[in-house]
């Protein structure tokens, strides 16, 4: 069965630099979730995008951006990047919706990106 | 973390042993989930309970819920070295958001 993509599976970059996760969530998902953990961290909630449209929002600082595309895929671009970015970037996808409690998750292997 | 606390942040057991961890929360929730994750791998769901549901099985795994006391509990029975993961509880902050404990490390020992 298909699962969700993500890609690159590692990132280096250097401080200030910017840096873009892709995400391709399972067919027929209309629902995409960004999560950030940091080493030995419990995953943080960026924000997540139905039917393209921003569904809810977390700690996501200003420099991070992101969307969903008309295909579903999700981008999340990272901007002005600190050593303290350095983490790894779980995208996850479900056919939840927004107008249902949030269900089950699919989650990509997920992006490491290392900030030196 | 954003919703609770995960309790043990560690454990280590025997093969065949069970396994408890637990889980707190601080908002009302629709549902708690459990998930499981390998070292530097990606979350993978094990169960959901829904807020008027007290206790569910599957295979191996129990998981309780208690919304008074907001907390919630997962039962391993008879572990395997297979097992050795982190273990996270999930709630529901809102459609679109999924908000993680912090935790638990498991260690089953072959």
């Known amino acids: 069965a298909a699962g969700v993509i993500q890609s690159p599976r590692h990132l280096i970059k250097e401080k200030r630099e910017t840096a873009t996760l892709k995400c391709y969530p399972i067919?027929?998902?209309?629902?995409v979730y960004w999560y950030q953990q940091g080493p030995g961290q419990d995953p943080q909630f960026l924000i997540s995008?139905?039917?393209?449209?921003?569904?809810d929002k977390g700690s996501i600082p200003d420099r991070f951006s992101a969307q969903q595309f008309s295909d579903y895929h999700s981008e999340l671009n990272m901007s002005s990047l600190e050593l303290g970015d350095s983490a790894l970037y779980f995208c996850a996808s479900s056919s939840s919706g927004p107008l249902t409690n949030t269900g089950e998750l699919f989650f990509g292997e997920g992006s490491r990106l290392t900030v030196l | 973390s954003q919703q609770g606390e995960e309790d043990p942040q560690a454990l280590s057991i025997q093969e065949g042993e069970n396994a408890t961890m637990n889980c707190s929360y601080k908002t009302s929730i629709n549902n708690l989930q459990w998930y499981r994750q390998n070292s530097g791998r990606g979350l993978v769901h094990l169960i959901l309970i829904r807020s008027n549901e007290r206790e569910k099985h599957s295979g191996r795994l129990r998981v309780t819920l208690d919304t008074s006391k907001k907390s919630s509990s997962l039962l391993i029975t008879a572990s395997r070295a297979a097992d050795t993961a982190s273990y996270f509880c999930?709630?529901?902050?809102?459609?679109?958001?999924?908000?993680f404990g912090q935790g638990t490390t498991l260690q089953v020992k072959p």
């Open positions: 999930a709630t529901d902050a809102g459609p679109g958001k999924l908000i």
């Open positions: 995008f139905y039917e393209k449209m921003q569904s």
């Open positions: 067919p027929r998902h209309d629902t």
